[in-house]
């Protein structure tokens, strides 16, 4: 029996929960309550805070379940020194590999010593005390030896940052490294005592606002754009790189899941390697449940594997010999965490059939998840930049911020006044676009008494209605109204709900744009320019 003993329950979600001798033990959560309702092979605790994974090895209601279960084998996303102890303590097995390996490979200095000749796949680099270092007049990153979700990784662009870490940490010691300019890609490899199965390469999505505050923050990861990115050539040294790197941890006793990050420099090309993860890497699960949506006995061959599925297998000392991870060519995921302007979510709320799913967290610490969003497709047009999905998914963020269904109808009024029309001009954490004033139906209204209500509550003008039949238009699966002002009176000013959300990453500002200029501007919806242009 396998019992995988988790903070965060989706990490053990790769493999089908009803597995014949798989057992979860997890935090209580709505999300976790609805996917172990009436299932005696799970185990929810509820705290008054959620429990990492050594504090629900300690919890009596946990040990009590595990001593009911035969020859049990103990499984936990990442594997550390106190876990071992407890473990110990109670006679359990512990499947995942020595934590001693886990840390000497991740941390940040102990790894240059590890990698041995692989350091010729590191950016140039070197390893001194705070005090010492020396701005040479071009970015550089430093790291301190041990970090958590981008926080001890910092990009130094000027002298006075420099300074104050010096300050603050004189004698501790950092490594430095040259700036890779481009995009992060990743992917989830499992060493068995055979070979190494090379996963499917995501790229990385890091540093978003509004869903971080920190710059080298892994938010999600894009299956699909990989594809659109790498030539053959760079996926080919990627691979290398990859097979090198899994030959050394097998050497090592190394077996399971580990990561990679590796960063393309956007202007040469050239490959290198940023990070080693040591554990199952926080994608798994969702890879594993996108590669077994595609499991077909007419394309796969019975030795066709997820993820999480080879991850179990090798931990057991199973034979993998004649298997291979599925492929997978599509697929994203991206999370809010908690960040200065988003510390909290409630539940979202939609009126209709999503395409894609979502997992709410209840979680505090900066930086921690507050909602993960799944999606079969791909959400990223270029690095750094989403594309009309993936910018679908700030919105959803965002309505369900201030508590309103994302997708219930909008009601707006279209102002024209001198050959020039009215807009709402938006700057939202990297978007740039033009939209006609108005928002969201509230409970009870009709689609003109919410254009009404907005457009008054938005720009503070007088106006009457000219018809009361609108122009409706589908915005992906939100139904908008737009009606015709006429009788306009007043100077247009910014409502009072707009101006107190106004901040440097989410900017709102009423404009006169000329008629002339709809076709040069990004009015959205498109469907809508498209129209008042016509």
Known sequence: SVIYITRDIERALGLDIDTPGYFIISNYSDFAKN???????????????QLDTWELLENSEVKNFIQK?????ILVFKNTPQIEKICTKNNWTLINPPAILSNQVEEKISQLDWLQDLKKYLPDYSVSKVKDIQYK?????????????????????????????????PERLARTADYVDGPLFNNNNVVTPDKVLIGNINYQITGLKPFTDLPFSTIGNDWGFTHKYLSEQQLKK??????????????????GLFGVDIAVDDKTGELYLVEINCRQPASTTYESQLQEGIKNPLFLTPYSLTTFEAHLMSLLDLNLKDYKLISIKTGSQIIQRVTTEIPSL????????????????????????LLRIQAPYSIVEKHNQLNKDGKEFIHFILTTQANK?????????????????????????????????????????????TAIRETIEETGLKFEIESETPVK??????????????????????????????????????????????????????????????
């Open 35 to 49: 996917i172990c309702e009436n299932k005696d092979n799970t185990l929810l605790i509820k705290a008054k805070k």
């Open 69 to 73: 279960i035969s020859n049990p084998h």
């Open 137 to 169: 007049n071009k970015k550089f990153i430093l790291q301190f030896n041990r970090s958590h979700t981008g926080s001890g990784t910092i990009l130094i662009e000027n002298e006075n940052q420099l300074a104050e870490l010096k300050n603050k940490f």
């Open 238 to 255: 990627y691979q290398e790189m990859v097979i090198s790197i899994s030959e050394k941890l097998r050497q090592d006793g190394w077996k």
């Open 346 to 369: 409630p539940d979202p709320v939609s009126t209709r059939m999503l395409d894609f799913r979502w997992i709410k967290y209840n979680n505090t610490k900066p930086n921690s998840d």
């Open 405 to 449: 269904h994302w997708d219930q109808p909008r009601g707006s009024v279209i102002i024209i006044q001198n050959n020039k029309i009215l807009l709402m001009e938006r700057h939202k954490y990297g978007l740039h676009y033009f939209l006609i004033p108005g928002g969201t139906m509230e409970k009870g209204e009709t689609p003109l008494q």
């Open 473 to 534: 238009i589908m915005n992906n699966t939100r139904e908008e109204y737009y009606y015709w002002g006429k009788n306009i009176s007043g100077e247009p000013r910014l409502g009072d709900e707009e101006n107190n959300r106004n901040n440097e990453n989410n900017i709102y500002k009423l404009v006169w744009k000329d008629l002339s200029e709809l076709k040069n501007i990004n009015l959205i919806p498109e469907k809508l320019k498209e129209y008042l242009i016509k």
